[in-house]
């Protein structure tokens, strides 16, 4: 178990990092604008679980393999960036409204929360974060290593969703109030394409 004086630094640095402009809430902001409230949600809910992903991937040593070898490295980089590459893609082509493909509102919630998993699964920027980030807080002496690093992925989730959820109905009542214009809508959609080939691009150039 982790103390309660390394999990609150721990929480307060992590609300830190998570209100820091970075993929994650560019990406819940552009999702939340374009498709509602309840897209920037339920991808803040994708995102997330991603996190979870990377807290076990690093706890049980995972991380270690994607930091030491390159080739793990850039296949990691190039699955994230062509995966933001497609959504960019798919936004430059709608218009004024919902990006094609989507289908019905349950479909599309489905869709995006698998976009939010594997748009925070495959930034390997992300891996190498959190293997350098929560071993910091970690003691062997406090027990189970695993346990402490769940614990506090738990709490970055926390922190994280916060934020994220703020973002999501922040800029969900903007996106609506912009849905009364189909020329609006269609230059929301431009700048998420633009948003989505910045964010693939970060990802090529990032470094271990």
């Known amino acids: ?31 939340s604008a374009v498709h509602g409230k309840s897209a920037g949600i339920v991808t803040t809910l994708g995102l997330l679980t991603g996190v979870l992903v990377h ?35 798919q936004a430059f082509r709608a218009e004024g409204q919902a990006i094609p493909g989507d289908g019905d509102g349950r479909i599309q919630l489905r869709r995006l929360y698998v976009r939010g998993i594997i748009m925070n699964v495959t930034n390997p920027k992300v891996l190498i974060f ?6 910091q807080f970690v003691d062997p002496e406090r027990g189970s290593m695993l346990l402490q690093f769940l614990q506090l992925g738990g709490l970055f ?3 994280g969703s916060v934020v994220f959820f703020a973002i999501s109905m922040l800029a969900g009542t903007l996106g609506q109030w912009l849905s009364r214009s189909p020329r609006a809508q269609a230059v929301l959609h431009k700048i998420a394409g633009v948003v989505f080939t910045g964010l693939a691009i970060s990802i090529l150039v990032a470094h271990r």
Do not use: H, R
């Open 55 to 89: 807290t076990c991937a690093v706890a049980l040593g995972i991380a270690a393999v994607f930091q030491a070898s390159e080739t793990a490295f850039a296949i990691l980089k190039g699955i994230g960036a062509a995966y933001l590459l497609y959504l960019a893609w």
């Open 130 to 135: 959190f293997l350098a980030f929560l071993p």
């Open 1 to 31: 178990m982790i103390e309660l004086q390394t999990g609150l630094a721990f929480s307060a640095a992590s609300l830190l990092l998570a209100i820091a402009p970075g993929p994650d809430n560019i990406f819940v902001l552009t999702q």
């Open 157 to 159: 989730i926390l922190s």
